[in-house]
């Protein structure tokens, strides 16, 4: 879509219009706040919010209702259903067909159609100039497109039968188009749930039970090795803190490179091999084995394996596990972020099986962890191809290719 100069050429029998030509644009007001007789009357009053909370796009009801007394007390205006009703500002771009008379705050512009337009036509090709209305949109403290901004843009417009056509065609495909979303994002919850799955059923099994138990104390050693700037450290580090570990998984997502002499606070240090643990925020399970040397957050604990007992990756999974988390004592102060001392780390309890036993489970976990990932992944771009769908709809529609 075009406005001014440069417009696309249209279909045979298309037209350009203004909105104003096919529509009566509405803008909306709010009554004073504090008149206690202007609200929580019967006449539903839209807001940006309202609109932005919608699951489909008909609108049926507002969070707010005002009075008779307060419509009459602002400039707002009840409009009819079918309107079409989009934010102008905070943000640009929610659109909702009313299925009541209603009217709108200033945050929002009301569509009319006249008999040259459809409704669901008008919706469509607001839904798709949606960029081009925010590029019009000012100001300083947020972003809003005016009254006459809208009224002076131009839509492609057919006859009213192509117009009905067309938009019978877009709703029946973005109801397929929500049907495939809401079963990819299921599908997808499904995928992430699933490591916690598998870790629970190997370390809460009725074979896990008969395993002995050891305190993680008795296992894991404390690694208190920590850079500090007041050391003068020289140098370049690699460091990896909590926002650079997946969580439940132990992936390691990112790191940051730095120059230790700028340091501006402690870093722990951590070596290859060493399970770097998020005490902060426990339940994130952000638990990683260590593939290179480094610095780490003082959010982080660091320890050492006792390989005499244990396998790091075996401890690991473990402290991933929803089992750990039951087990372990984490504190909770009003005003602070969930953690676990060290001293409550030490005395979680593991059911720890022999060396050999240790190896066949990491190599269980790690065949189903990677199984896990890779359709996660898969879901993901399936769910990406399908949220991209809609506009590819919307600009084979007004092309005239439907």
């Known amino acids: 879509m075009k406005t001014g100069d440069g417009k696309r050429k249209l279909p045979s029998g298309w037209r350009w219009a203004r909105l104003e030509a096919v529509c009566k644009v509405v803008s909306g007001s709010t009554p004073r706040t504090g008149v206690s007789e202007y609200w929580d009357g019967d006449i539903p009053w839209v807001t940006p919010t309202d609109l932005g909370r919608l699951d489909r796009p008909v609108l049926a009801a507002t969070e707010r209702l005002i009075t008779a007394a307060g419509l009459a007390s602002c400039a707002a205006q009840v409009v009819p259903p079918g309107t079409v009703i989009m934010s102008s500002r905070a943000p640009i771009g929610h659109i ?38 925010k590029a019009l949109g000012s100001g300083a403290t947020f972003t809003e497109v005016s009254k006459t901004a809208v009224e002076l843009f131009e839509i492609p417009v057919p006859p009213l039968s192509e117009q009905q056509r067309i938009a019978a065609i877009l709703t029946e495909q973005m109801v397929a188009v929500e049907r495939a979303r809401a079963a990819a994002e299921a599908q997808l919850a499904a995928a992430k749930v699933l490591p916690a799955a598998y870790l629970r059923t190997v370390f809460n099994s009725p074979e896990a039970q008969r395993w002995p ?16 700037p007041r050391d003068n450290p020289r140098g370049r580090a690699t460091f990896v803190g909590l926002e650079h570990i997946e969580s439940g998984t132990g992936i390691r997502t990112g790191y940051v490179q730095i120059d230790m002499s700028e340091l501006t606070g402690r870093k722990p240090r951590f070596y290859k091999g060493d399970i770097v643990y998020g005490y902060l925020r426990p339940y994130l399970n952000k638990v990683w084995i260590a593939d290179f040397d480094g610095l780490c957050s003082v959010d982080q604990y660091v320890y050492r394996v006792d390989v005499m007992v244990a396998n790091n990756e075996f401890i690991a999974w ?3 596990s929803p089992v750990y988390l039951e087990r372990a004592p984490i504190t909770t102060t009003p005003g602070q972020l969930p953690r676990i001392r060290l001293e409550e780390v030490s005395t979680v309890e593991i059911n720890l099986p022999p060396l050999p036993q240790q190896q066949r489970i990491i190599i269980y976990l790690s065949d189903q962890m990677a199984a896990t990932e890779r359709s996660r992944k898969a879901l993901e771009e399936q769910l990406d191809t399908i949220n991209k769908l809609p506009a590819a709809l919307l600009r084979r529609a007004f092309s005239g290719e439907l």
């Not at 709108?104 to 100039?129: H, R």
């Not at 305190?215 to 850079?227: A, H, P, Y």
């Open 96 to 133: 909702a067909v009313a299925e009541v008379a209603c009217c709108t705050n200033q945050g929002c512009k009301s569509f009319v159609p006249t008999e040259s337009v459809d409704t669901w036509y008008l919706y469509f090709a607001l839904k798709t100039a949606v960029p081009e209305l």
């Open 213 to 228: 138990r050891r305190r993680l104390g008795e296992i894991l050693n404390l690694r208190n090795e920590v850079v500090h």
């Open 318 to 320: 473990f402290m991933r």
